[in-house]
């Protein structure tokens, strides 16, 4: 049972633009989020998160917003730059200190 | 600091035959957490591992096994390969129980033919 998803297998984005990355979860048990970010033949690498008792975080190009009623999170990248053409992956965890994954949405920036 | 290192980065097995990949996490890092990536289904948990005590685990067949160290290494097991455990395995590291930020690992390429 896929309690993360992200419904976006793939994104394309103009190099300058924002990317937005949306993600949907159906746990409420879930009490912190984070964003991941992989290129081909390497673990993924955190990116940011965010705690259930905020609805934004900042870090940089990259912030993240929670919507706790629709159980829903986005993740945005302003400006896009070539760098960020990746595989995004959404994450949650609980109580239970395991982390629940998305299936990743492959972002690719164009110049 | 040094990164979570896996060894190794690629192994190819024949079905039957049984697999142990290693894990070294951060230092001072306890927890270790296991993962297998396949293509479409993201990074599914497999088990995690603290104070050398399985404290969770996903949902996967007895095959798949671990344990921990006491130096927090880690070895993953996986007895009587099929070919659907052809995945990419990944290890996370963090310093307490609390994955706020898991540091992970490149990963072994495991190819069961």
């Known amino acids: 049972d896929q309690q993360v998803k992200q419904n976006s297998p793939s994104l394309s984005v103009q190099e300058g633009r924002i990317s937005i990355l949306n993600c949907d979860y159906t746990n409420s048990m879930f009490d912190y989020f984070l964003w991941y970010k992989k290129y081909p033949a390497e673990g993924p690498t955190f990116l940011i998160s965010?705690?259930?008792?905020?609805d934004k975080n900042e870090d940089g190009r990259f912030t993240v917003f929670l919507n706790k009623s629709a159980k829903h999170l986005s993740l945005h990248i302003v400006p896009s730059q070539p760098g960020d053409s990746a595989v995004y992956f959404c994450?949650?965890?609980?109580?239970?200190?395991?982390?629940?994954f998305g299936a990743g949405t492959t972002v690719t920036v164009r110049a | 600091k040094a990164g979570v290192t896996q060894t190794p980065r690629y192994l190819i097995k024949t079905r039957g035959q049984q697999v142990t990949l290693s894990c070294s996490p951060i230092s001072g890092h306890r927890s270790v957490s296991w993962y297998q990536q396949t293509p479409g289904q993201g990074l599914q948990f497999l088990f995690e591992y603290f104070s050398e005590t399985q404290r969770n685990k996903g949902n996967f067949p007895g095959r798949f096994s671990g344990r921990q160290f006491s130096n927090s290494r880690s070895e993953m097991n996986v007895s009587t390969l099929e070919l659907g455990d052809s995945a990419l395995y990944l290890c996370a590291s963090s310093l307490n129980r609390l994955n706020t930020e898991a540091f992970f690992g490149q990963g072994t390429r495991l190819t069961v033919v």
């Open positions: 965010i705690s259930s008792i905020k």
């Open positions: 994450a949650a965890s609980a109580t239970d200190y395991k982390l629940s």
